[in-house]
């Protein structure tokens, strides 16, 4: 399985949050997979092409995306491609922010992504509600950050497939966190931590959730199969 980890790669560069994520927070998911036994490449979007060439997207099976500030600066063609791999079979994980990404807004066909939010560094319960889900292997009852990035329902989304993880956070508001989905033959995992001022993707079952999400949105089947026209089949 090849895995690309695709980042906005803005924030981290600022010293703020470089402190959090010297090599960017790509950089740290890459790091953990690698380790786990994955074939892991990384892209960011100031790379030409954001890092996402032909080439690249036929050999990922699975890629990761983390955008906030700069959605509207990824290409509309390179949105395009990304889509065309997903309806093929390309496994997407979207992290945070990614929600308002062009192409999870373009995959959920709805460009209504709105939800609560605060940064005030609430401690973030999020809860196993699928045990036994392929994405909750190893994660227990619930996963605790101590300090995250607040978001509340309601937000703004189709219904997921299925639901895996709700949130709860200090200040009383509850969010999907985990939603799975499948468009065309791709499977898509929508995963809310991973503000960029907390050191979210170093919590041991939150890089257990990526890895699982990576096994899960893998493609099972990857035969071609004929679209368009054909003959009678008998
Ligand atoms: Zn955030």
Redesign the pocket.
Known sequence: MYITVWNEYRHEREEEFKKVYPDGMHGAIAEYLRAEGFDVGTAVLDEPEHGLTDEVLAKTDVLFWWG?CAHEEVSDEIVNKVYRRVMEGMGLVVL??GHASKIFRKLMGTDSYDLK?R?SGDMEILWNCNPGHPITKGVGDKIILPHE?T?GEHFIIPEPDETVFISWFTGGEVFRSGLCYRRGRGKIFYFRP????FPTYYDPTVRRVLKNAAIWAAPEDTEKLTYGWVPATV
Request: hydrophobic fraction near 20%; charged fraction near 25%; glycine fraction near 10%.
């Open positions: 906030h945070h922010s939010w940064e990035e978001y991973g503000h960029e001022a």
